[in-house]
């Protein structure tokens, strides 16, 4: 079943470009991953199918791999307890199945926290114009997509709206503290260094993502409060993934993401059919199935499993 929005009997907390957030209580939130598809800033009006379901499973599996190494906001991606847990969503199974995570509610920090192992992307066409990322200079003569041995720690800020604003670790440090900051950099990378051994089990190369955190209160102890993991971990939509067998530095990889769509609408750009400003164009069947098939790929290959249309594992 394709979902383009949700709409519970719950009160919404807020709308993403992917995700519906509803409140259940004062500890609690739902986390409703749909069919939208962004690129470039701008959300489709068509949707992928299998996309929500694909980076809810892909979470829940990498939370459970990382268990007893970092807290998380995690209670289940079962929607079996999930209607358990709320009784309203009964009616409402069907349509949430797979693509649901109910979740611990945290005060989430406004930093997104960027690991890159490998060059690439943004980080990649800023050291090309200048040899600096995050205006912090890398040494001379690396190529596109070279191994970056250590990591890359490389903070930015959340923006509601547009891009997200590469920024220093001693400009995320201004913004939410030095402590917090020292313990989202260790966390990040502590978590980057788990998935990508996992990953290279699997024949994969996770060449960077990004993650999130939130502090959620320590009841009746004096403190801030614990930080955890919380929103999507390690999937197509957080990350680069790239096959393992086919890793070339020197130029571009080949990527489970979605590719497929922004290779399309970068024609439309050059072709002069589209500006990069809503509305985008509409997208062809075979743009949309190339798509799909890249999310339930990259699930197949991590997991070893297809799909399961209820979420179980």
């Known amino acids: 079943m394709l979902m383009q929005t949700s709409a519970l009997p719950l009160k919404p907390l807020r709308r993403g470009k992917v995700r519906d957030v509803y409140e259940i209580d004062a500890d609690r939130l739902l986390l409703v991953a749909t069919d939208r598809v962004s690129a470039f800033d701008v959300v489709m009006g068509e949707t992928i199918p299998h996309k929500g379901a694909v980076l809810t499973q892909i979470t829940a599996w990498w939370l459970r791999q990382l268990e007893g190494?970092?807290?998380?906001?995690?209670?289940?991606?079962?929607?079996?307890e999930i209607v358990s847990a709320v009784p309203l969503l009964r009616d409402h199974r069907e349509e949430l199945s797979a693509r649901t995570m109910l979740v611990r509610r945290t005060t989430v920090f406004p930093i997104e926290c960027v690991v890159r192992g490998y060059l690439s992307?943004?980080?990649?066409?800023?050291?090309?114009?200048?040899?600096?990322?995050?205006?912090?200079?890398?040494?001379?003569?690396?190529?596109?997509?070279?191994?970056?041995?250590?990591?890359?720690?490389?903070?930015?800020?959340?923006?509601?709206?547009?891009?997200?604003?590469?920024?220093?670790?001693?400009g995320m440090a201004s913004l939410i503290g030095d402590a917090d900051a020292r313990e989202l950099e260790r966390l990040s990378r502590e978590i980057y260094e788990s998935g990508r051994r996992i990953a290279a089990e699997r024949g994969i190369i996770i060449a960077d993502t990004k993650f999130e955190f939130g502090r959620v209160p320590n009841t009746g102890r004096e403190g801030g409060g614990t930080v955890i993991l919380v929103d999507e971990v390690l999937t197509p939509d957080s990350s680069?993934?790239?096959?393992?067998?086919?890793?070339?530095?020197?130029?571009?990889?080949?990527?489970?993401?979605?590719?497929?769509?922004?290779?399309?609408?970068?024609?439309?750009?050059?072709?002069?059919?589209?500006?990069?400003?809503?509305?985008?164009?509409?997208?062809?069947?075979?743009?949309?199935?190339?798509?799909?098939?890249?999310?339930?790929?990259?699930?197949?290959?991590?997991t070893g499993h297809s799909l399961d249309p209820n979420g179980r594992h």
Do not use: C
Request: proline share 10%; no cysteine; hydrophobic share 30%.
């Open 69 to 80: 190494r970092v807290d998380h906001h995690m209670l289940s991606a079962d929607i079996d």
């Open 121 to 170: 992307g943004s980080a990649w066409k800023e050291y090309r114009e200048s040899g600096t990322l995050a205006g912090e200079a890398l040494p001379k003569g690396l190529r596109e997509s070279e191994r970056l041995d250590p990591p890359i720690f490389s903070p930015a800020t959340k923006a509601e709206e547009g891009h997200d604003e590469n920024i220093t670790v001693d």
């Open 240 to 302: 680069r993934f790239w096959p393992a067998d086919r890793y070339e530095p020197g130029h571009g990889q080949p990527s489970f993401d979605k590719q497929p769509l922004r290779d399309y609408l970068d024609a439309e750009k050059r072709a002069g059919r589209w500006d990069g400003n809503y509305p985008p164009p509409p997208l062809p069947e075979e743009v949309i199935d190339a798509t799909s098939a890249r999310y339930l790929d990259i699930y197949r290959r991590l």
